[in-house]
Structures are given as structure tokens and as C-alpha cells.
């Protein structure tokens, strides 16, 4: 179960990115895949799994707001061939505030806080289900983004900050976890921003956004700089 939470964690590290495009939907998706085997006199197989998509609304420069859905398993198959599955889901929002790197076109800093509904259950066999559980669970992370056109991003994430409950059925207590992640838990995604009534065309290239922001500031101080008058003719030269 440890190993299918800390899989489900590094997806949601992954799933955020954008070319920073106002008025657009922001469609994310992560797929991880982890087989492990052991040898020796015994033989076991261990198949850790997990997928997380979301979507979002960028309704201005910076600010995104959406939800997104996880759903993963860990199962453990021994050397008779029995196999033991934990299966976790989480269902929650996101809000997220990125903003342009100084004044480059391409890349952009974003931070992502996330709070959601998490559950799981054991299954055996197929047994009835045991171990069934519930809670919520809330994360804080930064990253870096890298426009590379049409929409797409890739970003960068180094970890953050998380904090779970859990409880149990028939267990009277829940059970907490608090994990500080900065610089232990590296990950890597891709996302797609479709555009959304915005002026600009649905394609845009990196910095499309900035050259646009560049262009509006010139028109508007094309329309404050006075316009020169008319020069009148003068009719005895018309005559």
C-alpha cells in the first residue's frame, strides 16, 4: 500500500503544465508503471500501477482551477501464484498560480495546491475486500514548465509538501502522514492547453502569449500619442 500511495503522489507531481493561454482548457494525464521480480528459492512478482487525469479552466494569466481523478493498484503476486492487490482512488481540485520567467516566451514557474477524497480496499482472490479505508488528503508543490508549442508543455517537479488521513474500517483511530518531498522525488509530465474563445488562434506557438501582451501595449500607445491635424487646402490653389 505504501508504494501504490508514494505511485499516486508522483503522478499528481506530473500533471500540471501550460503555455499560459487566458481563457483556455488545460487536459492533463499521467500513466505509471513499476514491475519488480525476485529470485532465488522463492519467486514473487510485485506490479505497481497507477493513472491520473485531470482538466482545467486558465481563466486569466496565472490563475488555473480544475479537478482531477487518480486511481491506482499494487499487487503482489508470491510463488504459488496467489496474488494480493491494494487498489487506492482519490477524486479532488486543484487551483494553481504560474507565471513567466522573467521575461522569457518559453519557460514558467508554476505552484499547484491540491486537496482531495482518497480511499482504498485489499482484495485476495477474489476474497471479499478487506482493509477497506477513507479519508483526504492535501498537497502543496512548485514546478517548472517549458513551452514547446501548439499548447504542449513539459514541466519539471522536485517534490512539495503532502498531508494525508486515512481510517480504516473497525479501526477507531485514522491514521496521518505528513511527507516533505523537496528534492527527493523528481518527476516529469506533458500537458495540452485547447484554446477557449481566446483572440488568439487555437495553435500558437511559445511566447505567442508575450508577443501578443507586447503588441496590445503598442496599439494603446499608438492611441494615446496625438494625431497630427489635416492640412487644410487652400481653395485659391484648388482654383
Not at 4 to 19: E, M, P, Q
Not at 112 to 135: D, H, L, R, S, V
Not at 185 to 210: L, R, T, Y
Amino acid at each position: 500500500m505504501k508504494k501504490l500511495i508514494l505511485a499516486l503522489l508522483a503522478s499528481g507531481t506530473l500533471a500540471t503544465a501550460n503555455a499560459q493561454e487566458p481563457r483556455s482548457i488545460l487536459t492533463y494525464g499521467n500513466l505509471d508503471f513499476n514491475q519488480e521480480r525476485a529470485g532465488g528459492q522463492t519467486t514473487s512478482k510485485n506490479t505497481v500501477w497507477s493513472a491520473t487525469p485531470g482538466v482545467g479552466y486558465q481563466f486569466n494569466h496565472n490563475w488555473t482551477v480544475g479537478g482531477f481523478i487518480g486511481w491506482g493498484q499494487d499487487a503482489q503476486k508470491d510463488n504459488t501464484g496467489a496474488t494480493t492487490t491494494d487498489n487506492m482512488y482519490r477524486a479532488g481540485a486543484f487551483a494553481r498560480y504560474s507565471q513567466y520567467i522573467r521575461k522569457s516566451e518559453i519557460f514558467f514557474w508554476f505552484a499547484q495546491y491540491e486537496f482531495a477524497y482518497q480511499g482504498g480496499y485489499t482484495t485476495n482472490e477474489g476474497n471479499p475486500a478487506t482493509n477497506k479505508n477513507n479519508g483526504v488528503y492535501t498537497r502543496l508543490f512548485p514546478a517548472l514548465g517549458v513551452n514547446v508549442g501548439r499548447g504542449i508543455a513539459l514541466n519539471f517537479a522536485v517534490g512539495g509538501v503532502e498531508y494525508g488521513t486515512l481510517k480504516y474500517d473497525g479501526d477507531a483511530y485514522s491514521y496521518n502522514t505528513l511527507n516533505l518531498s523537496f528534492g527527493e522525488q523528481w518527476s516529469f509530465g506533458i500537458s495540452k492547453n485547447f484554446n477557449c474563445g481566446h483572440k488568439m488562434h487555437a495553435h500558437h506557438e511559445p511566447g505567442d502569449e508575450v508577443h501578443r501582451r507586447k503588441i496590445d501595449k503598442m496599439e494603446d500607445e499608438d492611441d494615446d500619442a496625438p494625431k497630427p491635424k489635416r492640412k487644410q487646402r487652400n481653395r485659391d490653389e484648388d482654383e
